[in-house]
């Protein structure tokens, strides 16, 4: 259930990045490579985005929870499964 909770907190939050480094890019290359970046390279790419351009903090925030809701989650799964 954890793992499902991270798994939108994910999408929502990459989706609002792509929106947001296209409304934030000066040029139609900047946008593109800002909306690709965002998009492909999850949270590394959010987090670089986030120190060049200073916007994006709260869509940030909710990937990188939702990776650590995934990892927890999928962590308590398997130990949850796991019989001696």
């Known amino acids: 259930m954890l793992a499902m909770l991270g798994w939108l907190l994910i999408v929502v939050g ?11 890019g000066k040029t139609t290359g900047e946008k593109v490579i800002w909306a690709l970046v965002n998009f492909f390279c999850q949270p590394l790419g959010g ?13 940030l925030l ?3 929870a939702g ?3 995934m990892v ?4 308590m799964a398997m130990f949850s499964a796991y019989r001696p």
């Open 14 to 24: 990459v989706i609002w990045l792509v929106v947001v480094s296209i409304q934030t």
């Open 47 to 59: 987090i670089v985005f986030y120190f060049v351009q200073k916007q994006g903090m709260i869509p």
């Open 62 to 64: 909710m990937v990188i």
């Open 67 to 69: 990776w650590i809701l």
């Open 72 to 75: 927890f989650g999928g962590g």
